[in-house]
């Protein structure tokens, strides 16, 4: 079992759809994260949870809207997205976000918004 | 801000040859921290190696080494005896200043080994 497991691996949707990536850590880490990885661009910080608790939000639209019913399990909620949100969706984890920043992360989702 | 810059999108080596992927870094913290990550075609970013700022000898993880000068501000990979499955885009990071644990990336660099 890998340590960060995300589903779907690949999920295509409408603008006018609601859809929701999940990520499960099984290493014990108290915090998670969601990053976004678009073509040619670096990989980008979306949300920080700290043991539950949203520590960081780095500007995203109220279209992504995430959820950390507890330390183990992040969802990413999505309503009405755009094409430009066609990209590869990361969630990794971390014993503590004060300590090296070593994260571990899952394989993504690959997200199409036609 | 801060700022990572890798300034080869693609690289080539042969098998079994050493190679170094080229990293640079913009902070006017004096407390950071270095990443390397993998991300072979699943997607997955694996953890390659970590240098802190005050580390006084460069990090290795078996066949990679960071090469780290702090006066240039850079963090370079070297991979030595490079092997087929080495082929991925590799990126280096960095600590952010305002929560440490967040990382800032790289463009990244698409490494391909060539048997």
């Known amino acids: 079992e890998t340590g960060v497991t995300q589903t779907p691996r690949h999920l295509v949707m409408g603008m006018t759809n609601k859809k929701s990536l999940k990520c499960e850590q099984h290493?014990?880490?108290?915090?998670m994260y969601w990053y976004k990885q678009s073509a040619k661009k670096p990989l980008e910080l979306m949300f920080v949870?700290?043991?539950?608790?949203?520590?960081e939000n780095n500007s995203v639209p109220s279209r992504f809207s995430p959820e950390c019913p507890n330390s183990s399990h992040l969802f990413l909620h999505l309503h009405t997205l755009q094409p430009e949100d066609s990209a590869l969706y990361l969630c990794?984890?971390?014993?503590?976000?004060?300590?090296?920043?070593?994260?571990?992360f899952g394989e993504g989702s690959r997200l199409t918004v036609l | 801000a801060q700022k990572i810059t890798q300034t080869q999108p693609g690289m080539f080596v042969q098998e079994k040859e050493a190679v170094t992927l080229d990293c640079t870094y913009d902070?006017?913290?004096?407390?950071?921290?270095l990443f390397w990550y993998k991300q072979p075609s699943s997607g997955e970013m694996i953890f390659l190696i970590y240098?802190?700022?005050?580390?006084?000898q460069n990090a290795t993880e078996g066949r990679y080494s960071l090469n780290f000068q702090k006066a240039r501000k850079s963090a370079n990979l070297v991979i030595s005896a490079s092997q087929l499955g080495d082929s991925a885009m590799y990126f280096c990071?960095?600590?952010?200043?305002?929560?440490?644990?967040?990382?800032?990336f790289g463009k990244g660099t698409k490494l391909s080994v060539k048997p």
């Open positions: 990794a984890s971390s014993q503590d976000p004060r300590g090296t920043g070593e994260l571990f």
């Open positions: 949870y700290n043991f539950k608790e949203q520590t």
């Open positions: 290493l014990g880490h108290n915090a």
């Open positions: 990071a960095m600590t952010q200043r305002r929560s440490q644990g967040n990382l800032i």
């Open positions: 240098q802190g700022s005050y580390d006084e």
């Open positions: 902070t006017s913290d004096q407390s950071y921290g």
